[in-house]
């Protein structure tokens, strides 16, 4: 629609289509459907306390948009039987879709919180809308979904912008592989092997048997071994040098795993197979990354085989270039999250392995982490939550094994500090010596922790039961996490004191004023962690640990609970969408704070987002809220 032919419409039709354009997912629509839906709209006022409408009524028939003021849903409780707010309808807003689209009577009491007006759309007119624009088909089909569609493809092309990339994380890999890939048989001479990869201009040759089975690769990396170290001579056959049991990846999965597996081991190629497990393609990091600034595997590579903590420093201001340059390749914020950890866990590592070259203790060990690392959800804005688990060797008192292993974990401490890792002001950290702890010591402090529910313990309990090894055997580490979930399992005290403790942290939102601000930070700010992704994550541990869910990932314990049949599985997408979505905000918010020089912090001012954002925000948080209305129902709290 021309500028002019909106001129000739009616100031009123003009009106609506500029209070539409403010708000999602009318934003996104042609002109030509918003005025469709302004020629057609009638606005309603409700007092406040009108009913709008009731679950006993016929089917529903109108298609609403709250203009100015609120409406409330309003359900039976079941725990009191009294009326209890359970949603809240704010400008711009729609409703009741689900009941629309279905044809069928609302299942909830809407009614008017002040004085509020709608644009109500007859079904008649909803239909031709409905039919006739895919943008509202989508929004009325998916809800929440396609805002959060909205959202992330903004973040992608605001990093595309400056990177000018095309490729996606979630392209599958039968897209990027090599097909007939240069192979050979074992007993190939090494002399041979390198001719055919000179003769296809390739970097990797794959070793297959009979059935193209993956046996091993050679490449030109261990072509220059061979060469510098004179192990052999080249007329030996390929599978004395060649790399067995090479990584492979099915031909369904997409780029990031692949990214993620390369980052992870160091490595370059990538072996593409079919459900048989042949060979049908080999997928290399140039592949992956041709177009990118920064390479996610190179700087994995680089920090894993960095030859002193300076250049750590240095490399870590890479990471939030390699944010941007995942962002515009479609990561979304549980994909960047990962990464930024694997980053993270390679340079924790690498920290170790330089203080190992220096001073090895002796002692073996693994180092823990917890909290958000051992979840892997980190972001730009880290502190350090670290242990050490060690076996006591014979003839040693645990007591003498930590006075070999502390002064080296300070030091690992101090230089991870350095690193960016910020100290913890709670001293969990591998240098504190209640956290040094041996297999039986640790065994025992979980028993007493489990055993003695202390509001200490309950705090720890955000902390400690989220766990992971990042160096060192994991055997260990297995075993005792194996013990924890069955004592938490069979003992349904803890379990209700963790949920009574999971419900103090509340979702930000205020039935009268909106958004509910932080009682610390700036004045009208949201502290995207603690306010809105603590919810989520304590409460959705409460479950896992109770259903034996050993996974540590937040969004991964909500698929498993799902599979379990704890969680209804549109509740559980729902809740993974929401829980993305203020994780999505949280990290450009990082990335914005960058840019700007500013100092990285959690606090956001939801005033400074625009209204696609505060609307999905404030959804985000009523999910967390209804999260955490099954966590009361199921303990009875």
């Not at 600034?293 to 750590?312: E, M």
Request: net charge negative; with cysteine.
């Amino acid at each position: 629609m021309t500028q002019d032919q909106e001129a000739a419409l009616p100031q009123n039709t003009r009106s609506i289509m500029a209070f539409l354009r403010e708000h999602a997912p009318f934003s996104s629509m042609d002109d030509r459907h918003l005025a469709l839906f302004a020629e057609h709209a009638s606005l309603r006022f409700f007092a406040d306390g009108d009913v709008v409408l009731l679950p006993d009524d016929e089917p529903v028939r109108t298609f609403n948009v709250v203009k100015q003021g609120r409406i409330q849903g309003e359900r039976t409780s079941v725990r009191t039987g009294e009326p209890e707010t359970t949603f809240e309808i704010s400008q711009g807003e729609c409703f009741p879709l689900a009941a629309l689209i279905a044809e069928r009577p609302t299942q909830t009491l809407h009614r008017a919180c002040g004085d509020t007006f709608c644009l109500t759309l007859e079904h008649e007119h909803f239909v031709t809308l409905f039919s006739e624009s895919d943008t509202f088909r989508d929004f009325c089909l998916r809800g929440v979904s396609s805002l959060l569609d909205q959202v992330n493809q903004r973040i992608q092309s605001g990093a595309m912008a400056s990177l000018g990339s095309s490729n996606s994380l979630d392209t599958p890999l039968e897209r990027y592989a090599l097909r007939n890939p240069i192979v050979c048989s074992p007993d190939v001479p090494i002399r041979k092997a390198v001719a055919r990869m000179h003769d296809n201009s390739v970097g990797s040759i794959i070793i297959t048997d009979d059935q193209r089975h993956p046996k091993g690769i050679f490449t030109l990396r261990d072509l220059r071994t061979v060469v510098a170290e004179e192990r052999c001579t080249l007329d030996m056959p390929i599978s004395q040098v060649m790399t067995a049991n090479p990584h492979r990846l099915p031909a369904t999965a997409d780029a990031f795993e692949a990214a993620m597996l390369m980052a992870e081991h160091h490595f370059a190629h990538i072996c593409v197979v079919d459900a048989d497990g042949c060979l049908i393609g080999v997928v290399s990091e140039r592949d992956l990354f041709a177009l990118q600034r920064v390479d996610l595997v190179h700087l994995a590579r680089a920090i894993g085989t960095a030859p002193q903590l300076q250049t750590l420093v240095t490399l870590r201001n890479d990471v939030s270039r390699l944010v941007d340059a995942m962002l515009a390749h479609g990561a979304d914020s549980g994909q960047v999250v990962k990464i930024i950890t694997t980053l993270n866990d390679i340079t924790v590592r690498r920290v170790l392995e330089l203080n190992l070259k220096a001073h090895d203790p002796g002692i073996p060990f693994t180092w823990l982490t917890f909290g958000s690392e051992g979840r892997q959800e980190q972001t730009l804005l880290t502190d350090q939550d670290n242990g050490i688990l060690f076996r006591t060797p014979d003839g040693m008192t645990p007591d003498q094994v930590r006075e070999k292993l502390l002064p080296f974990a300070e030091k690992v401490n101090r230089e991870l500090a350095t690193c960016g890792f910020t100290w913890c002001k709670g001293n969990i950290m591998a240098s504190n010596p209640k956290l040094c702890l041996s297999t039986g010591e640790w065994d025992e402090w979980f028993l007493t922790f489990i055993d003695a529910s202390t509001p200490q313990n309950l705090v720890y309990s955000s902390i400690f039961l989220d766990m992971r090894a990042v160096f060192g055997p994991t055997e260990p580490l297995n075993g005792l996490l194996d013990l924890v979930l069955t004592r938490i399992r069979k003992n349904a005290l803890f379990q209700k004191m963790l949920a009574g403790n999971a419900l103090q942290r509340k979702p930000p939102l205020n039935i009268f004023r909106g958004f509910r601000y932080a009682p610390d930070g700036d004045r009208h700010s949201l502290d995207l962690k603690r306010q809105g992704l603590a919810p989520f994550v304590e409460s959705v541990r409460v479950f896992a640990l109770a259903n034996g869910v050993a996974t540590a990932n937040t969004l991964e314990r909500m698929a498993e609970l799902a599979k379990k049949g704890v969680f209804n599985e549109k509740d559980a997408n729902a809740w993974q969408e929401a829980y993305s979505l203020i994780q999505a905000i949280r990290m450009r918010a990082h990335q914005d704070q960058l840019k700007n020089g500013e100092e990285l912090s959690n606090y956001i001012n939801p005033d400074n987002l625009n209204p696609l954002d505060r609307r999905i925000l404030r959804e985000s948080f009523r999910q967390a809220q209804r999260l955490q209305q099954k966590l009361e129902v199921t303990y009875q709290l």
